[in-house]
């Protein structure tokens, strides 16, 4: 196969993804409103999504916390700015570290869990099988992990970033023996309530995001077991590259509209 032929398959490919993505988007929209007994598959996903996901958020974060924190006071020392080590990892975790991290690592595992569970159901034709009994198993089986995903993803991201700054502390503290007063009261000088919303922001965006990603792949599965395989793999790495990406845009926006 030439270069230009695998471009275009490839390309070809790219188009249909993206563009199912967004039919399933507008579908996921039209169906937003549950009725009440679908609430406990609400509540269900809030399990599975959140809590079953926090260790992972918050020893990413903590460490995170840690490492810029070490990097900083080392690099500030050299300046005489040490003592606005705190600042500079409150804004790095708030606006960017703490729901980029938390939409990668809780997304990557959320989505591919989605993607192996949709797609089993799928390859097995339990998902034509709702179909053929009537049942809108957009309502079902997507828009209660979409809905999931929006309340969890901020409730994590707000954990990650108080254990980030907690992190970031006790490097601080303990390794370069600077007061935790001047941690935290240069923090507060210096970042304010919309360093904290827009990383917010972000999450919600990042956590409908990487949702639909998994819904998608899990509802495209074909080709059996190995295909169930190949859609979990591709969910990962495309959770990743669209967390990335759409963060780039994200922030341009937003410095756009709040600076």
Same mark, same amino acid.
């Given at each position: 196969? !030439? @270069?230009?032929?695998?471009?275009?398959?490839?390309?070809?490919?790219?188009?249909?993804?993206?563009?199912?993505?967004?039919?399933? /988007?507008?579908?996921?929209?039209? =169906?937003?409103?549950?009725?009440?007994?679908?609430? @406990?598959?609400?509540?269900?996903?809030?399990?599975?999504?959140?809590?079953?996901?926090? #260790?992972?958020?918050? !020893?990413? *974060?903590?460490?995170? +916390?840690?490492?810029?924190?070490?990097?900083?006071?080392? =690099?500030?020392?050299? %300046?005489?700015?040490?003592?606005? #080590? +705190?600042?500079?990892?409150?804004?790095?975790?708030?606006?960017?570290?703490?729901?980029?991290? !938390?939409?990668?690592? @809780?997304?990557? $595992?959320?989505?591919? +869990?989605?993607?192996?569970?949709?797609? *089993?159901? $799928?390859?097995?034709?339990?998902? &034509?099988?709702?179909?053929?009994?009537?049942?809108?198993?957009?309502?079902?089986?997507?828009?209660?992990?979409?809905?999931?995903?929006?309340?969890?993803?901020?409730?994590?991201?707000?954990?990650?970033?108080?254990?980030?700054?907690? +992190?970031?502390?006790?490097? @601080?503290?303990? &390794?370069?023996?600077? &007061?935790?007063?001047?941690?935290? =009261?240069?923090?507060?000088?210096?970042?304010?309530?919309?360093?904290?919303?827009?990383?917010?922001?972000?999450?919600? #965006?990042?956590?409908?995001?990487? /949702?639909?990603?998994?819904?998608?792949?899990?509802?495209? !599965?074909?080709?059996?077991?190995?295909?169930?395989?190949?859609?979990? /793999?591709?969910?990962?790495?495309?959770?990743?590259?669209?967390?990335?990406?759409?963060? %780039?845009?994200? /922030?341009?926006?937003?410095?756009?509209?709040?600076?």
């Amino acid at each position: 196969m !030439t @270069v230009l032929a695998y471009a275009r398959r490839h390309g070809r490919e790219s188009i249909a993804w993206y563009g199912g993505l967004g039919l399933l /988007t507008l579908r996921v929209m039209r =169906n937003l409103r549950l009725p009440p007994s679908y609430l @406990v598959l609400v509540a269900r996903e809030i399990d599975i999504i959140g809590v079953r996901s926090l #260790v992972v958020a918050l !020893t990413a *974060s903590l460490f995170t +916390g840690m490492v810029m924190a070490l990097q900083s006071a080392v =690099n500030m020392a050299r %300046f005489g700015a040490e003592n606005y #080590v +705190g600042p500079v990892v409150a804004l790095s975790i708030l606006r960017e570290l703490g729901p980029v991290l !938390t939409a990668i690592l @809780v997304g990557g $595992k959320v989505a591919s +869990g989605i993607t192996a569970e949709l797609g *089993s159901m $799928k390859v097995t034709e339990q998902i &034509d099988a709702l179909r053929a009994i009537g049942v809108n198993y957009i309502k079902k089986l997507i828009v209660p992990r979409i809905l999931a995903a929006l309340v969890v993803f901020p409730l994590v991201t707000i954990m990650a970033d108080a254990i980030g700054l907690l +992190g970031g502390m006790l490097v @601080v503290v303990f &390794d370069r023996d600077i &007061d935790p007063y001047l941690y935290w =009261n240069t923090i507060s000088y210096w970042v304010v309530m919309k360093d904290f919303l827009t990383g917010l922001a972000k999450s919600v #965006v990042f956590g409908g995001l990487v /949702t639909l990603i998994g819904c998608y792949n899990g509802l495209e !599965t074909s080709g059996g077991t190995e295909g169930l395989g190949r859609s979990t /793999t591709d969910t990962v790495v495309q959770v990743a590259m669209a967390v990335i990406v759409s963060d %780039f845009f994200l /922030t341009k926006l937003m410095l756009l509209l709040f600076w």
